[in-house]
């Protein structure tokens, strides 16, 4: 953008014309009038400094050649920056093991805050300022082997895009734009200030250190403040903070604009305010903030203005009291302050600006033009009189100008040092410091490496960048009601740590009632156990807080995501804690596991009462009637399933889960076996009682029948041995059923088996049932396969309840259901079968005969 402008200057100002060239030398074509300062020497450095604040340019008439622009508002912390590089150099020029053979000068001019006038300077430095130029071979050194400055990122970013070209360095002590650290657009410039990138990072870190994620943005709109807002907006989104406004300050510091501004910082709920700007365009922002009296809110200054002497006033302590800020690292130079109350001015023209500042400090003037003007004598003490120029406590800029100058004179030393015939431009070759051109002072240049007297090290990175150093300062109230400003700690991205941010807590002064640090979220924090909800249409840092789901946990504050605990955990009750999952299995100590533990022993005891009983009655008819042998063998198999629960409850194991249903099957086999030999005995004997099955009996005798039993038996021994052979049933911590629990049961292995085990059960059930169900109306006193029928009905409809209920209940209940089924079932076939014998046994012995038990009853 800046480059055809400039050439056109260059061409117009600094080249031979058609008509010089014919005469054989080149002659200037015109002077800026800049003020500068100056002096001779072998290699000269240009330096840039904005002496004055403001620059006025006359009207134009566009009748008469325009009157050049002048300065005003003379700046005496900016003329103790220059006299900082004077004194740099004269300390150099001093030092016998720092170029001892050369000695430098120092050309120098007051860019007065203005981009015109920092090009004008740049030009005459570059170009040089002899009336007439002889040498047209172009050969030697340039006027400037290097610029110390810039001090502001515009006119560096210009002066750079054009000195560029031709490899000149440019050091800048102040230039902070993050858009200089491109090596593609100003490959010649340097800087002795941490860029921009840096300085956010730092304000960020302060962030992130205080918890605030809900902040305002506002900055000049110049370059400075543009790349400035840009970064800020990138590194706080990677934080994961906010910007809860973004306003930009005007140039012209229109006061309606600036109004506008201040109302929405009152009307915005973010308490912490980042401000990137120079205090040129600061100021009336505060003006109007105190106009309007918006208090409670925290400044972040950046460090273009974070130590500005202008803020710290009385008027202002209310308002900007407690202010955080970046500064750039401060220094000690010894000498400096003798050398800045040694200076004297001279009357020559190349150093004017001295003369300038002789006259703004002591109100007087060399040539009085006028009544009641003072002379000035040139002897005038400086120590009498107290001024930022003096006031060497606080050096910042000034320091960064001391390690600028040290830069350019080490890459020089360096330079000089080089080894013949391995030097490192073509040919091996080193540089000719009798015709020093810039682009071989950048190659040194990008590999300084030293340590001032203050202890800090300097060195350029690729980009041209330093090591970033800040201070943070803080806005403390004085003695006198002021402002005054202390450094409460550092922010170093080199530190030996790792902990970039180091802050004395303690020492930092908050300008709120509470007198400690204030909040500035959109949002409150969410607890652990919560998570964060982005509210529609706002930003990330505004959110609802949403408890964590069952099974999900978090345990830090402000959580994203809940995450999902491991498979045998659980989340505890407040969300933020996985714990071991509950594991439930039918235990002893269960309610429900006694109560069937007690209903399983009481059928137990029930099943040896009637054993007893049947064994003290023995030989009586009821006893021995259809096969006494069958029915202690059915007590044996009804006491069995009664006891085969008891492998049902406890910590499943292996051992329990391979028996409970094996001993399960084989138990409800031999007592349906023995039901169904029963049922066929009961119909043998009626059949035998007719002509034509008089031999029914001796086809169906106690061994066959005992055969029979034992073959039906060993089949689901057979059925079990495969089963518990090919896939055994293992205990299995189940999740599926309950999320929040860890159900231990059986798995059954092998889904065919057990199908094929409770199948032949219902076989033969059904069978016995079918049989029993025929033979019931036989015409007998004593009809027992009325009973065996009655029993085989209710065996039936409980374990064809069983199937829905076993699938459809939880956890440790179906094992529950399970259990429920064969005591149901057993108490149904003991009761339907043997409580009938005993009644008759017990309480009506003479129905205990042969001749009642086998009396018919004749139906005509």
Known sequence: MWSPLIICLYLSYNFKSAASILMGSCQLQGHFGLNGMYQAGDVILGGLFEVHLLAVFPELSFRSAPEPPYCEQFDMASFQQAQTMVFAIDEINKNPKLLPNITLGYHLYDNCVMLGMAFRAAISLVSGTEELFSNLNCTGSPPVIGIVGDSNSTPSIAISSVLGLFRVPIV???????????????????????????????????????????????????????????????????????????EILPLNNNRKYIEHVVGVIQASTARVVVVFSTSTYVLPLMDE??????????????????????????????????????????????????????????????????????????????????????????????????????????????????????????????????????????????????????????????????????????????????????????????????????????????AASGKVLTLDEDAIYWNFKIKKAPQSVCSESCPPGTRQATKKGLPVCCFDCLPCGDGEISNVTNAIECTVCPDEFWSNKDKDQCVPKEVEFLSYEDPLGISLTTACLLGTCFCALVMIIFCQHRNTPIVRANNSELSFLLLLSLKLCFLCVLLFIGRPQLWTCQLRHAVFGISFVLCVSSILVKTMVVIAVFKSSRPEGK????????????????????????????????????????????????????????????????????????????????????????????????????????????????????GKYAVAVEIFAILASSFGLLGAIFAPKCYIILLHPEKNTKKAIMGRQITK
């Not at 790349?227 to 934080?239: E, K, W």
């Not at 409670?296 to 009385?314: C, D, G, K, L, V």
């Open 695 to 810: 031999g029914s009996m001796k086809w169906f005798g106690t061994t066959q029948q005992r055969c029979t039993v034992l073959i039906l038996t060993a089949l689901q021994v057979v059925i079990c041995i495969v089963w518990l052979s090919n896939s055994s049933p293992a205990p299995h911590k189940n999740s599926q059923h309950i999320s929040s629990k860890i159900v231990y049961e059986c798995a059954i292995g092998s889904l065919a088996g057990f199908s094929l085990l409770l199948g032949y059960i219902g076989l033969l059930a059904a069978v016995s049932f079918l049989l029993a169900f025929l033979a019931r109306n036989l015409p007998d006193n004593f009809n027992e396969a009325k009973f065996i029928t009655f029993s085989m009905l209710i065996f039936c409809a409980v374990w064809i309840a069983f199937v829905p209920a076993y699938v459809t209940s939880p």
């Open 172 to 246: 800048s002590y102040f230039a902070t734009c993050s858009c200089l650290s491109n090596r593609k657009q100003y490959p010649s410039f340097f800087r002795t200030i941490p860029s921009d990138a840096f300085q956010v990072r730092a304000m960020v870190n302060i962030l992130k250190h205080f918890g605030w994620t809900w902040v305002g943005l506002i900055y000049s709109d110049d370059d400075y403040g543009n790349y400035a807002a840009q970064s800020f907006l990138q590194d706080i989104q990677i934080y994961g903070g906010c910007v809860a406004f973004t």
């Open 289 to 494: 903030v105190v106009l309007q009296n918006v208090t409670n809110r925290q400044w972040i200054a950046s460090e273009a203005w974070a130590t500005s002497p202008m803020f710290h006033t009385q008027r202002l302590l209310p308002f900007l009291g407690g202010t955080l800020g970046i500064a750039i690292r401060r220094g000690e130079i010894q000498g400096l302050h003798e050398f800045l109350l040694h200076l004297r001015p001279k009357n020559d023209q190349h150093n004017n600006m001295v003369r300038i500042f002789w006259e703004k400090m002591f109100g007087c003037r060399f040539n009085p033009g006028g009544k009641g003007d003072k002379q000035c004598s040139g002897q005038e003490d400086l120590s009498s009189i107290d001024t930022a120029y003096t006031d060497v406590k606080e050096l910042r800029a000034s320091y960064n100008v001391y390690k600028t100058v040290y830069a350019l004179a080490h890459a020089l030393h360096d330079l000089t040092e080089c080894d013949e015939e391995r030097g490192p431009f073509s040919e091996n070759r080193c540089a000719d410091i009798t015709n020093l051109q810039p682009w071989q002072l950048v190659h040194y240049l990008q590999k300084v490496n030293f340590t001032t007297g203050f202890g800090d090290h300097v060195s350029f990175d690729k980009n041209g960048d330093v090591l970033a150093i800040y201070d943070v300062m803080n806005w403390h109230p004085s003695s006198d009601g002021s402002i005054s400003v202390r450094t409460v700690g550092v922010v170093n991205e080199g």
